[in-house]
Nanobody
Framework: QVQLVESGGGLVQAGGSLRLSCVAS????????MGWFRQAPGNEREVVAA????????YYADSVKGRFTISRDNAKNTVYLQMNSLKPEDTAVYYC???????????????????WGQGTQVTVSS
């Protein structure tokens, strides 16, 4: 049974940092693109960052570019999201996801991902 478990969320003041982790179990995803998404109340789920199978290619939403860094450790079956200079508008539930598709380095649409974690809440106070 495949499971993705996120951790590292919490409450932080604006300007602070958090590091999210997502550990996969049940199978290895070292050949798969992975991504981080977020969803705030009343909003659609949106991509935050995505990473290719070997970490060599990454994508960032314009809203987080220069502040967030996605990385992965295939030996640990884990993907990370380092979030710096956090803003109140970053408040959301953050989800990690794995895509089973091949052909592109990474994917940026939610429907392109087949496995999802349960989410971790990130709250940034002003």
């Amino acid at each position: 049974q495949v499971q993705l478990v996120e951790s590292g969320g919490g409450l932080v003041q604006a300007g602070g940092s958090l590091r999210l982790s997502c550990v996969a179990s049940g199978r290895t995803f070292s050949s798969n693109a992975m991504g981080w998404f977020r969803q705030a109340p009343g909003n659609e789920r949106e991509v935050v960052a995505a990473i290719s199978w070997n970490g060599g290619n990454t994508y960032y939403a314009d809203s987080v570019k220069g502040r967030f860094t996605i990385s992965r450790d295939n030996a640990k079956n884990t993907v990370y999201l380092q979030m710096n200079s956090l803003k109140p508008e970053d408040t959301a539930v953050y989800y990690c996801a794995v895509s089973l598709r091949y052909g592109r380095y990474y994917y940026t649409a939610a429907y392109e991902y087949e496995y999802w974690g349960q989410g971790t809440q990130v709250t940034v106070s002003s």
